[in-house]
């Protein structure tokens, strides 16, 4: 797994152990990045379920201005430290939370936070037929707080399987969908 783009370029990532983190894989990450092309600089960016990093790394490598990154296990926390301090970036554009994302949005929503690019690729819900998905990602449409993150014109860019139907609440206009294998991201504006 490495970054793909930007000032560090090529450099690979480290990824926790075990089975708790799935990483965006690289050739859903390239597709995503090729979609938002120059979009990404200079922009404030919120990861959530951030694994390894690599989505606001990426962003931070293609010259974002600042990323927050939200993850609750410790050892990925730790791997996402090593991660960035390897990119040789600026200390001050990048801010690891170690919490819960359900936790971290009230909180970053009751300072005003706003973000042009939040991203999320979390754990993968199970297969939902006949039934409201329960997923993070149906539980991420669903939060209240969420789209008051987003700066006008902002997206929001959700990662889930194509096994899990997700329904589109009100405050959310699908703008584009990409898939790759199981992997489907979306991309989302205040709707």
Known sequence: MRLI???AA???LKVPKGFDVRPTPDLVRQALFNSLGARVVETRVLELFGGTGALSLECLSRGAAHAVCVELARAPARVIEQNFAATRLPAGTFQLRVQDVF???PQLAATGARFNLVLADPPYGEKNVNR???SFAQKLLDDPDLPGLLAP???FIL???KRDTLEIVNGWQEKKLLKHGDSV???FARG
């Open 5 to 7: 783009s930007g000032h």
């Open 10 to 12: 090529n450099l690979i």
């Open 103 to 105: 936790a971290a949005l």
């Open 132 to 134: 409201r998905s329960t």
């Open 153 to 155: 014109g902002g997206l």
């Open 159 to 161: 990662g889930h399987t």
């Open 185 to 187: 991201m979306r991309f």
